[in-house]
């Protein structure tokens, strides 16, 4: 698999973001050692310019991680089934060899150390004196460590994968209910419960984001729970509705296009609203080191908040009223 060229632009992205992540360790380190903001000698000036210069090709590196993780769900899920005996969605693909999963799960959760990063990093180049700059550099060593667990992930994910493997997917994993399993259910009591749950973190964050003076660490704690209840809520409960068929809890192919590609939307709507918060929670905890009024861009992301909760229940809520809850 490693001849094809799906897999080669992802290993290339891979290595080059690899490579200007390392580059930004050297000068991180660097500018790390030797700063300090209220100084005005010619070393600040040098170290301000390297900043400003390294911070933007490690936010474009990173935004090209982002990109990447797409590229990977629409490599394992369209691209490489037909290549694959018995595989007809992700299910089949990442289930091939034992790196599948782990390099799905890295991928999806380093997003949100990438956003930690872009956030304080747009902060920082919002001030005059770059007050973030020492803390948002100590992210890049463990994003570099990231990027590299990744890159060999994903080499031996894809050098795994040969043509005369033969790999099961949903047909075989829904019926197969031994210890490697990886696909199981909740009866419809916990079903009702996690719904009831999902309810009230939903009220729960639309008050804490309406009240002024509460930590919005708070709201990101229950936001996190909300996008997990959520999560798993559409893989247990809500698929069924969106495929139209009681016995299909797959996960993956709510990304096809016969489906109006709505698991994209969705989970774009996790991320943004994940982002959001941590973005919300930078300016509180660094606000005493800013200038800059933020003010009207609190407004909005509390706006977008609003917004994005409540499609993150609305979209599927309608499959389930469409069908009117049975099947």
Not at 54 to 68: E, K, P
Not at 141 to 154: D, F, G, R, T, Y
Not at 273 to 296: A, M, P, Q, V
Not at 300 to 322: A, E, K, Q
Request: a neutral charge.
């Amino acid at each position: 698999m490693l001849t094809d060229y799906w897999v080669i632009t992802q290993l290339l992205i891979q290595v080059s973001t690899l490579l200007i992540g390392l580059g930004a360790v050297y000068y991180g380190v660097r500018i790390i050692a030797g700063w300090d903001e209220v100084a005005v000698s010619e070393k600040q000036l040098q170290l301000e310019r390297q900043t400003y210069l390294v911070s933007s090709v490690v936010r474009f590196a990173l935004l090209f991680q982002l990109f990447s993780l797409i590229l990977f769900m629409v490599t394992v899920n369209i691209h490489i089934p037909p290549l694959i005996k018995g595989a007809m969605c992700a299910q089949g693909v990442l289930s091939v060899n034992e790196y599948g999963y782990p390099l799905l799960y890295l991928k999806v959760l380093a997003v949100f150390l990438y956003v930690l990063f872009l956030s304080m990093n747009y902060l920082d180049d919002r001030e005059p004196t770059y007050p973030l700059t020492p803390l948002k550099y100590w992210l890049i060593p463990p994003i570099a460590i990231i990027l590299l667990v990744e890159l060999l992930l994903m080499y031996l994910f894809f050098a795994g994968i040969t043509p005369d493997i033969i790999t099961t997917c949903c047909s075989v994993a829904f019926s197969d209910w031994g210890d490697d399993t990886t696909v199981w259910t909740l009866s419809e009591e916990w079903i009702d419960y996690l719904l009831w749950v999902f309810g009230g973190l939903y009220i729960t964050i639309l008050l804490l984001n309406a009240r002024k003076g509460i930590a919005p660490y708070w709201t990101l704690l229950i936001g996190v729970g909300y996008v997990v209840i959520a999560i798993l809520l559409l893989k247990l409960h809500f698929v069924k509705y969106i495929y139209g068929l009681p016995s299909h809890l797959c996960l993956y192919d709510i990304f096809l296009s016969q489906y109006h590609y709505v698991g994209f939307g969705l989970f774009l709507s996790y991320y943004i609203l994940l982002s959001l918060l941590i973005f919300k929670n930078c300016l509180y905890l660094k606000e005493g080191t800013l200038r800059y009024s933020y003010s009207r861009l609190k407004t909005r992301i509390d706006y977008f908040i609003y917004i994005l909760t409540s499609l993150i229940i609305l979209i599927p809520m309608l499959y389930w009223i469409l069908w009117e809850g049975k099947l």
